[in-house]
């Protein structure tokens, strides 16, 4: 909640452009000392003494990619810097510093700014990375949001799309899916709230899907575990189009063929009886949900060793000749072709 509906709320024109953006910055500490200098003048200054720099942006539109109507602020602030920090460890490198631009229309007051930023700056404390610039204008259109997150690795560390070899190992962290019914399950709320405004949902039983939906996080703690494991992936990249269009990517970029096992997809059993509640293919969310922010990369057979086994990694399948192509290998062992069906914002109504 933003405030009582009593309560007087601060209009943002009354701080202006380098008062609102000094109002919401001040309770960022810098942490990286790779951060010379950060807000508070033309440009932020990063000194990185060793190690490539690799950069990634995001644009988020309200109506496009969130809903306001179900999606608080704070959880908002928070998933639109994590969307940008998983971008920066499916590189296998450490996210240092983020910039954050917003354009917003008159209907937002000062206070719901301060929601927006606190999910930034829960997300900053969290995954250890400094705010250091952006910018804020007027939109007619409701919220923007653009964000730019900067990491740094070891040349010899970094991990394209474009290095997976025939035979190498297909694995993917945690379990997928349950974004996807999250959303599903918030979109079905809402028009039933549209209909009985006095109506209060139970989503206790979707809270984990609902949680993937509305808070993901990004997974550090992957690149953290491969370095432990002395495993270096041979290609990577983030899970946010579906599972089908990532593959697809690698096998692209890599000129290599796939095979996905379907009955090694890992999925959550909330996911399981969800996609029966709305009647629809566990598998198909699997591979066309996006959203998961989980990582899919490639290792080396001879690497079997150090990964199986582990609770964050599962094998689902393994690259092949490009001749082949791609293919999902179902449960009774027929072959399917696999088709990018990955969520696009320019086909979203």
Same mark, same amino acid.
């Given at each position: ?31 990286? /000392? ?14 990185? /003494?060793?190690? &490539? ?87 007619? &259109? ?6 730019? !997150? ?6 010899? &560390? ?59 996080? !990004? ?15 041979? !290609? ?98 027929? /072959? ?14």
């Amino acid at each position: 909640m933003l405030a009582d509906k009593n309560e007087q709320l601060t209009s943002i024109e009354e701080l202006g452009e380098f008062g609102l953006i000094k109002h919401l910055t001040k309770g960022f500490e810098l942490k990286q /000392k790779s951060t010379l200098k950060g807000i508070g003048d033309d440009a932020a200054v990063l000194d990185f /003494k060793s190690g &490539k720099i690799v950069v990634s942006t995001d644009l988020l539109v309200e109506g496009v990619h969130f809903d306001l109507s179900y999606m608080p602020l704070k959880h908002l602030g928070y998933k639109a810097v994590i969307v940008n920090l998983s971008d920066i460890y499916a590189m296998n490198a450490v996210a240092t510093q983020i910039t954050v631009s917003l354009a917003v229309s008159n209907r937002f007051p000062l206070e719901a700014l301060e929601e927006f930023y606190a999910g930034v700056a829960a997300a900053c404390k969290v995954y250890g990375v400094d705010l250091v610039g952006g910018d804020s204008t007027s939109s007619t &259109k409701g919220m923007l949001i653009s964000i730019t !997150a900067i990491g740094v690795a070891n040349e010899e &560390k970094l991990v394209y799309r474009s290095g997976a070899k025939e035979n190498d190992l297909l694995v993917v962290t945690g379990d997928i899916g349950g974004s996807y019914l999250g959303l599903q399950i918030l979109e079905r709320e809402k028009e039933v709230f549209k209909v009985n405004p006095q109506n209060q949902p139970d989503l206790e039983p979707y809270s984990y899907l609902i949680e993937r939906q509305l808070k993901p996080e !990004a997974r550090k703690d992957i690149v953290e575990l491969l370095k432990k494991l002395e495993v270096q992936p041979t !290609a990577m990249i983030d899970i946010s189009d579906g599972l089908s269009s990532e593959i697809l990517h690698l096998c692209e970029q890599s000129n290599v063929g796939c095979n996905l096992y379907e009955e090694k997809i890992p999925l959550d059993p909330t996911v399981i009886s969800a996609s029966e509640e709305f009647k629809m293919d566990s598998t198909m969310i699997a591979l066309s949900g996006g959203e998961d922010y989980e990582l899919l990369f490639t290792v080396a057979q001879n690497d079997f060793d150090k990964i199986k086994g582990n609770p964050n990694l599962t094998v689902i399948g393994h690259m092949t000749q490009q001749s082949e192509g791609a293919h999902l290998v179902a449960r009774n062992n027929t /072959k399917i072709p696999i088709t990018a069906q990955g969520w696009n914002s320019f086909n979203a109504s």
